[in-house]
């Protein structure tokens, strides 16, 4: 089911992500159905559906579709999976990231589904990690961060 509409939904990703919001659960699946889009699409408790993704390849459909989400957030992913802001997209960092809204859920589904799929990919776990420090900068500086830093804590660790 996910990888036969992930083509579609990283078009609405690229086209218009604030437009759509039934594109996230099929990009980042996680174990927990969603409450708002796309409730047939989640991975459930046990890992024979993680397992079943990791060898039809789905690790290198999250290296295509992560650089468009955290771009879309005002971050930058660089060749060997560093996360850095993206200076020139500070705005979009404060309107999706900092104020309080549905991305600060999308970025705790993104950060339970780099912790599910990352794996032994070098990459993935750079990106998991870098995102995750990113996220905890940005939690220092901003008070109204505190419910969400929550979220995303649990998320990366599990």
């Given at each position: 089911?996910?990888?036969?509409?992930?083509?579609?939904?990283?078009?609405?990703?690229?086209?218009?992500?604030?437009?759509?919001?039934?594109?996230?659960?099929i990009?980042?699946?996680?174990?927990?159905?969603?409450?708002?889009?796309?409730?047939h699409?989640?991975?459930?408790?046990?890992?024979?559906?993680?397992?079943?993704?990791?060898?039809?390849d789905?690790?290198?459909?999250?290296?295509?579709?992560?650089?468009?989400?955290?771009?879309?957030?005002?971050?930058?992913?660089?060749?060997?999976?560093?996360?850095?802001?993206?200076?020139?997209?500070?705005?979009?960092t404060?309107?999706?990231?900092?104020?309080?809204?549905?991305?600060?859920?999308?970025?705790?589904?993104?950060?339970?589904?780099?912790?599910?799929f990352k794996?032994?990919?070098?990459?993935l776990?750079?990106?998991?990690?870098?995102?995750?420090?990113?996220?905890c900068?940005?939690?220092?500086?901003?008070?109204?961060?505190?419910?969400?830093f929550?979220?995303?804590?649990?998320?990366?660790?599990?």
């Amino acid at each position: 089911m996910i990888n036969s509409e992930w083509d579609e939904a990283l078009k609405k990703l690229v086209d218009s992500p604030e437009n759509n919001h039934d594109f996230v659960q099929i990009l980042f699946p996680n174990r927990n159905a969603s409450k708002h889009a796309n409730e047939h699409v989640f991975l459930g408790q046990g890992d024979d559906v993680i397992k079943d993704l990791i060898q039809s390849d789905f690790q290198s459909k999250l290296k295509d579709s992560l650089p468009k989400m955290l771009s879309h957030w005002g971050f930058k992913i660089d060749s060997t999976g560093n996360v850095t802001l993206d200076s020139y997209k500070f705005d979009n960092t404060k309107k999706y990231v900092i104020i309080k809204n549905h991305n600060q859920l999308r970025i705790t589904r993104v950060l339970e589904c780099l912790r599910l799929f990352k794996g032994n990919d070098t990459y993935l776990k750079t990106i998991s990690e870098s995102f995750y420090k990113q996220l905890c900068d940005l939690d220092i500086n901003y008070d109204n961060l505190s419910d969400a830093f929550s979220k995303w804590t649990s998320a990366h660790f599990g």
